[in-house]
DNA sequence: ACAAAAGTGTTGCCAGTACACCCATGA
DNA sequence: TCATGGGTGTACTGGCAACACTTTTGT
């Protein structure tokens, strides 16, 4: 391209799913919308690209700003164009997962917002804006092949965790179920998780041993 | 987000990496810049995001304008959003692939530019303006995830092929040698090719038996 | 003691890998 | 007949899947 003299603008939004695992279960976050068109539904966090800025700093700003987590993980998703996907306006949305782990969320900073948010399980999305149910499915879908070709799910579980509790969220997030003690032997093998030498006690049945994941370990293929 | 009433508009360029096999070889098309800056240097085809018109189809119709190609393959693949990834120019590139077999290369249509444009081995790429070094190399990552993980080649191989031709592909894609055995019985075992009966006859040596994908399969994980 | 949940071991199977020889053709 | 490149089989290994009983805790 030569040319950038275009009277072509377009309005970027990014968009975000910022998915979490609380008391065993993936959730995503999402805002509730105030103003008609749509009153009422949720939808996605995301707000205009503003030129200063790139999507992922556009992206960490706004959740720093509206819901107090700082330094979210984030990975690309896909690029939403069609020309009405939002009726009578032409806005690209680019899309990302954002992943934080529940710790961070308990921690998070003061925000002054009036913003309703809520966390969803992942397999029970309400209604929601425009095309945002197909974003949605789509972040799903991204984070199950990512979940499957790395040890993204590290982000999640920054501290101790049980191998069943680990089991739970691939159970959910791939949608099936797994044998247990396939999963643990493939996750030990693998040499990414290490025993912490403590256990999960005070809840009913023989409690869970405390894995961590090891530092600096890139994991391919998991499944 | 509630309010799209910004001002905050940005320019947004579609960038594609269009590979193809020719005569054995995978290859890139680029174009010639032919204005200062970076005058003499290649650069990806791409133009401007029209108000009217998706990523896709932005794409689709610039490359039947600019190469002759109708019906591209197309996949997404990264957003480039870094704030002077073009100086003194706020320009945020939505990129894809595109893969077109070598018969409808040939078979293009008529066009009239002035572009000058060529096909290069994706291991020598010549010096590029801006980062769209990065993006090849980008482009080339997410195509290598692909043809690992699902039967993309069939869009390079419409028709016959050999088994040897098919292999050389994935070895200068992966970047690596493969068993020419092993690389058989994989393909043949994974039931997604079909012997046509023909051999490609002609060439030094013996001659190779020629291969057609079957249709309807998705192939998975093939590496 | 009982209920609840976690930990463990064995076997069969299939896919991946390593490896060497024979075959069909053109020159 | 030779050079070139293509086709084939075997044995080993490691990961994956299926499967049932024992252990540790709280009540």
């Known amino acids: 391209m030569d040319n950038y003299n275009s009277e072509e603008n377009s309005i970027i939004e990014s968009l975000i799913s910022i998915f979490t695992v609380n008391k065993g279960e993936v ?22 690209l503003k030129s200063n800025e790139s999507l992922e700093e556009n992206i960490n700003e706004y959740v720093l700003l509206k819901c107090g987590f700082s330094e979210l993980y984030i990975e690309q ?7 009405n996907r939002i009726p009578d306006k032409r806005v ?20 002054s917002s009036t913003i309703e948010s809520e966390w969803f399980n992942i397999s ?10 197909e974003i949605i499915g789509k972040s799903i ?9 790395s040890n993204i799910l590290k982000i999640l579980f920054p501290s101790d965790f049980t191998l069943p509790e680990l089991q ?8 099936t179920e797994l044998d247990r003690r396939n999963f643990r032997k493939k996750f030990i093998n693998l040499g990414l998780i290490e ?19 090891k530092e600096n370990f890139e994991g391919k293929n998991l499944f």
């Open 168 to 175: 739970k969220v691939y159970e959910q997030i791939l949608d």
């Open 141 to 149: 879908d991204y984070l199950k092949e990512r979940i499957i070709n």
């Open 77 to 83: 998703c896909l690029v939403f164009s069609e020309i």
């Open 27 to 48: 959730k995503i976050l999402l805002f509730r919308k105030k103003t008609e068109p749509y009153k009422g539904y949720w939808m996605l966090p995301g707000n205009v």
């Open 195 to 213: 025993d912490t030498g403590y256990k999960n006690e005070g809840y009913t049945g023989r409690p869970a041993k405390l894995y961590r994941f």
């Open 92 to 111: 690209v949305a680019t899309t990302c997962i954002g992943l934080i782990d529940s710790k961070s969320v308990e921690l998070k900073q003061e925000i």
């Open 124 to 133: 029970a999305i309400p209604k929601t804006i425009y095309d945002h149910a």
